[in-house]
């Protein structure tokens, strides 16, 4: 079945500084990726979204992401942060039809 | 309506007791889905909803679990008998079909059993 694993439950960086969440999918052919961010109190938010072509995916809030399929990954990066990032950010493929979602990474900013 | 909207947006309820939850899709929107979110835990799919087809129901935890979808418009997520792990956000999120992943989330319902 398909899914996703985000290694990393917590992450903790300074503002300004860059940041990449991880993630890696199992699935069969070439998935779908997503990347949602869920702020405190607030819906989720679509980031950016892989269904093919370009590897490179460039997202809203300056976000973006990369698909290796070699890695099975699809890394999340941001180059500066804001405190206004810090969030719980998940990763997501599509497996039968719907959407799975990974279990969450939550980025905490430190001024 | 421009969103989806959910109700309501708090619930706490005795052990024991039933809830509905209640989902109102985006209109023109055919797929509708139902996640649920526990206190620092991914969204765990629950059921989903696509036009007339037979509803995919492969993640309710349990029978106590339920939903139903009137047409393409609201639907209404029950639990019966409810347990206190059965506290969590339930999501709800519709897309315009099956195969379209373009989703809006509502804001969820935040059930406490107490």
């Known amino acids: 079945a398909q899914s996703v694993t985000q290694p990393d439950i917590h992450i903790t960086v300074s503002e300004g500084a860059s940041l990449e969440l991880r993630c890696n999918y199992s699935y069969g052919a070439t998935p779908y990726l997503f990347w949602y961010v869920q702020s405190p109190g607030q819906g989720l938010q679509l980031l950016l979204k892989?269904?093919?072509?370009?590897?490179l995916v460039q997202g809203i809030k300056g976000f973006e992401a990369e698909f290796k399929r070699s890695q099975s990954s699809f890394n999340l990066r941001k180059p500066s942060v804001h405190w206004s990032d810090a969030a719980e950010y998940f990763c997501?493929?599509?497996?039968?039809?719907?959407?799975?979602f990974g279990k969450g990474t939550r980025l905490h900013i430190l001024p | 309506g421009a969103g989806v909207s959910q109700s309501p947006s708090n619930k706490v309820t005795e052990k024991g007791k039933d809830v509905e939850l209640r989902c109102d899709p985006i209109s023109g929107h055919t797929a509708l889905y139902w996640y649920r979110q526990r206190l620092g835990q991914g969204l765990e799919f629950l059921i989903y909803?696509?036009?007339?087809?037979?509803?995919?129901k492969s993640g309710l935890p349990s029978d106590r679990f339920s939903a139903e979808r009137t047409g393409e418009s609201v639907s209404t997520l029950t639990i019966q008998r409810t347990q206190q792990e059965d506290s969590a956000v339930y999501l709800c999120a519709s897309s315009l079909a099956a195969g379209n992943y373009g989703y809006t989330f509502g804001s969820g319902t935040r059930l406490t059993v107490v």
């Open positions: 909803f696509q036009g007339n087809s037979a509803p995919d």
């Open positions: 892989y269904f093919s072509g370009d590897t």
């Open positions: 997501a493929v599509v497996g039968d039809d719907k959407i799975i």
